[in-house]
C-alpha cells in the first residue's frame, strides 16, 4: 500500500514569491493534516479536514496561507506571498477516521530567500 | 493548555546500550499518547500508541513504552539500541476531544559503534 505523498520535495524561492505544496493520502483515508515544522521542533497542526471539509483551521495563519481539499482526497497548501520566516518542513499526514494513528508523509522542504 | 515535555534534547547511547526516553505530558484526562521516530530527510514513523488498557505498550523495533498517570509520563524504552536507531524521536498527545496531536520538541538520539 502507499504511503502519503508529498510533492515537491524541496523548493526554494524568493520572499514575497508564491508557493504550493501537494499532497495525497493513503487511499481511503477520510481525515487530512497538514503540519508545520520548524527546525529543532515538533510538528504543529496547521489544518485538519474530514473529506472536503476543514474542521479544524484555528491555526492556520489566515492572511498569507490558504488550503483546499476539493474532492476529499488530495490536498494543496498554499503561501502567498512567502516570507522568510516560512521556511520550515510542511508535513502532510492521513487517518483513517478520529481518533486513529495518523501517517506521515516524507515532507516540503521550503527555503525562503 | 495541553502540551508535552521531552526534556532531553541529546541523547547518546553505546550501541548494545538500554535506551530510555523521557516524556511527560499535560492534560486535564486520560489522552492518547503516541512515539514517532523521524530519521533525516523523512516523515514521522509511529512506533506506538496507547489509547486504553494495558499500560505498557509493544511497538515495532523493539520498543516499548509505559503509560504511568501518576507521573504524567509515557517513557519510551529499548534494551538494546542498534546503530540504525540513530534519528529523532518524538512523543505527541491526541487531544481525545479534538483528535489534536500535540507534539514534544524532540529527543536526538546518537549511537555510539
Known amino acids: 500500500e502507499a504511503g502519503v505523498v508529498q510533492s515537491p520535495r524541496y523548493k526554494i524561492i524568493e520572499k514575497k514569491q508564491p508557493v504550493a505544496f501537494w499532497c495525497n493520502p493513503i487511499s481511503g483515508h477520510n481525515t487530512l493534516y497538514w503540519y508545520l515544522q520548524n527546525l529543532g521542533q515538533g510538528p504543529e497542526l496547521l489544518i485538519r479536514?474530514?473529506?472536503?471539509?476543514?474542521?479544524?483551521d484555528s491555526q492556520l495563519p489566515k492572511d498569507r496561507f490558504s488550503a483546499e481539499r476539493l474532492k476529499g482526497v488530495d490536498s494543496t497548501l498554499k503561501i502567498q506571498p512567502a516570507e522568510l520566516g516560512d521556511s520550515a518542513v510542511y508535513l502532510c499526514?492521513?487517518?483513517?477516521?478520529?481518533?486513529?494513528?495518523?501517517?506521515f508523509g516524507p515532507g516540503t522542504r521550503l527555503t525562503v530567500l | 493548555a495541553q502540551s508535552v515535555t521531552q526534556p532531553d534534547i541529546h541523547i547518546t547511547v553505546s550501541e548494545g546500550a538500554s535506551l530510555e526516553l523521557r516524556c511527560n505530558y499535560s492534560y486535564g484526562a486520560t489522552p492518547y499518547l503516541f512515539w514517532y521516530v523521524q530519521s533525516p530527510g523523512q516523515g514521522l514513523q509511529l512506533l506506538l500508541k496507547y489509547f486504553s488498557g494495558d499500560t505498557l505498550v509493544q511497538g515495532i523495533k523493539g520498543f516499548e513504552a509505559e503509560f504511568k498517570r501518576s507521573q504524567s509520563s509515557f517513557n519510551l524504552r529499548k534494551p538494546s539500541v542498534h546503530w540504525s536507531d540513530a534519528a529523532e524521536y518524538f512523543c505527541?498527545?491526541?487531544?481525545?476531544?479534538?483528535?489534536?496531536?500535540?507534539f514534544g520538541s524532540g529527543t536526538r538520539l546518537l549511537v555510539r559503534p
Open positions: 499526514a492521513s487517518s483513517l477516521s478520529d481518533p486513529d494513528t495518523q501517517y
Open positions: 505527541a498527545v491526541g487531544e481525545r476531544s479534538s483528535y489534536k496531536l500535540i
Open positions: 479536514y474530514e473529506n472536503e471539509e476543514a474542521v479544524d
